[in-house]
């Protein structure tokens, strides 16, 4: 199975732009890849998902590289209520066993 | 919008006991799959529930069942327990198992065995 690879942590200041990076070289064409993200003492919270174009929702942008390989979650303007651990998944159509790794731990300071 | 109901909250048990929690799923969900998750990792899937039958399952011991209703709410049953299954029990629903939609996670059933 295709695994990904993220930063054990990254910081941002409060109102500035968080890029978080995730590589997944191994990646089939049938994954979507998927971000979920969980803010301390809750589960997880969808946050967007593609599998080839740039997608865009209310929560953030994802950035997806031209050969697929590496995708990036956009946080337009972090604020302290984006404090949490992001993580980019691997997911098939059909499949359910989505497979969390350790995620990003995103600090964000005021 | 009641999302996903989890319970109960916190609960401790001893080694070699049982365990059943319970979840109920978001407004119009039909599926719902549970999750394990140790203190600093990521979430570990167990299995997923649709049509009241057990539709997938993750690399988890037979230790490890669950139910679904008619109303589409969920049991996760543990028997026999051991130190090892202390951990944060997640469970997740999602309209359709066939579907690729994202998930609504409940805030968790933290287990601890003692």
């Known amino acids: 199975d295709a695994k990904t690879t993220q930063p054990n942590s990254m910081e941002s200041n409060e109102e500035e732009p968080v890029h978080l990076p995730c590589n997944h070289s191994?990646?089939?064409?049938?994954?979507?890849i998927h971000w979920y993200r969980q803010l301390p003492s809750q589960g997880p919270e969808y946050v967007i998902h593609?599998?080839?174009s740039n997608v865009n929702n209310r929560m953030a942008s994802l950035a997806i590289a031209e050969d697929r390989k590496s995708s990036t979650l956009i946080l337009h303007r972090a604020t302290l209520r984006d404090a949490a651990v992001y993580y980019c998944?691997?997911?098939?159509?059909?499949?359910?066993?989505?497979?969390f790794g350790a995620g990003t731990r995103l600090t964000v300071k005021p | 919008d009641a999302g996903v109901t989890q319970s109960p909250t916190h609960l401790i048990k001893t080694r070699g006991q049982q365990v059943t929690l319970r979840c109920s799923p978001k407004?119009?969900?039909?599926?719902v799959s549970w999750y394990q998750q140790a203190l600093g990792q990521g979430p570990q899937f167990i299995f997923q529930?649709?049509?009241?039958?057990?539709?997938q399952r993750g690399n988890f011991p037979d230790r490890f069942s669950g139910h679904q209703f008619p109303n589409y709410s969920s049991e996760l049953n543990v028997n026999a327990l051991l130190l090892g299954d202390s951990a944060l029990y997640l469970c997740?629903?999602?309209?359709?198992?066939?579907?690729?939609?994202?998930?609504?996670f409940g805030s968790g059933t933290r287990l601890t065995v003692v």
């Open positions: 997740a629903s999602s309209l359709s198992f066939r579907a690729l939609v994202g998930y609504t």
């Open positions: 191994t990646i089939s064409g049938t994954d979507y």
């Open positions: 593609g599998l080839t």
């Open positions: 998944i691997l997911r098939k159509p059909f499949n359910n066993d989505m497979r």
């Open positions: 407004s119009g969900h039909d599926t």
């Open positions: 529930y649709y049509e009241e039958e057990e539709r």
